[in-house]
Nanobody, 115 residues
C-alpha cells in the first residue's frame, strides 16, 4: 500500500507560480512511473505530466515549457513546478503512482488561477 499526499495548491493570479508536492508513505525509488493529473469542473481527468523511475518525462501540450515535473527519491516526494499560470490551469491536481500492477492516487489539491 502506498499513501500519497498532495500539498501546495492555492489561489494565484494569472502569470504567477505554484509548486505542488506529492509525499509518499514509502520509498518512491521502489515505485514505477509517477504523474500529475488534473480535473477541472465538468471535465474529465487529464494527464498533466509524468516521470518514469529513470527520470524520463513527458507533458501535456498545454503545459509544455511552463510546468516541470521532478522526483526526489531521498525525500520520497514528487514535485510539479508550475509557472506562467493561466485561468485554464484551474483544477484539482492529483498525484499518481504505479507499483507493479497497482495504481495509487492522492486526494487532490485545488489550484485556482484568477484573471
Amino acid at each position: 500500500q502506498v499513501h500519497l499526499v498532495e500539498s501546495g495548491g492555492g489561489l494565484v493570479q494569472a502569470g504567477g507560480s505554484l509548486r505542488l508536492s506529492c509525499a509518499a508513505s514509502r520509498s518512491i525509488a521502489s515505485l514505477g512511473a509517477m504523474g500529475w493529473y488534473r480535473q477541472a469542473p465538468g471535465k474529465q481527468r487529464e494527464l498533466v505530466a509524468r516521470i518514469t523511475s529513470g527520470g524520463y518525462t513527458n507533458y501535456a501540450d498545454s503545459v509544455k515549457g511552463r510546468f516541470t515535473i521532478s522526483r526526489d527519491n531521498a525525500e520520497n516526494t514528487m514535485y510539479l513546478q508550475m509557472n506562467s499560470l493561466n485561468p485554464e490551469d484551474t483544477a484539482v491536481y492529483y498525484c499518481n503512482a504505479l507499483r507493479a500492477w497497482e495504481v495509487y492516487w492522492g486526494q487532490g489539491t485545488q489550484v485556482t488561477v484568477s484573471s
